[in-house]
């Protein structure tokens, strides 16, 4: 495990999607409605265009570039479905947002 700090915790609020960067991995930080926080790759599963541009209604997220849709609370695409966002392990520390990328 190697955490390291994205962003600052009063920066994320629940509903909402947050851009951040990790060292050169942009990551989004989705905290879905009534769930908990979650951080995963930005890279769309579909052609890898950017999620942190995409559209979040605190429940589903809409990929901005040919519509793909995405379940906030786990990441899976609802459509099409069989896939899904890449997560990483996350943790609020010390006020701030920490993410681990040692998977990659
Ligand atoms: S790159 Fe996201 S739907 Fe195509």
Do not use: T
């Not at 600052?8 to 990790?22: D, F, N, R, Y």
């Not at 786990?74 to 966002?85: A, D, I, K, T, Y």
């Amino acid at each position: 495990m190697a955490f390291e700090d994205v962003c600052k915790q009063s920066l994320i609020a629940e509903g909402e999607l947050v851009p951040c960067m990790a060292g050169k991995k942009e990551i989004v930080i989705l905290w879905p409605e009534g769930g908990e926080p979650k951080a995963y790759d930005a890279r769309c599963p579909h052609e890898g265009v950017s999620l942190g541009r995409g559209d979040f209604n605190g429940r589903i997220l809409y990929c901005i570039a040919h519509g793909w849709v995405f379940d906030g609370r786990n990441g899976h695409c609802l459509q099409p479905s069989g896939w899904c966002m890449k997560e990483y392990p996350m943790r609020l520390e010390r006020g701030m947002v920490q993410v681990d990328l040692a998977q990659d």
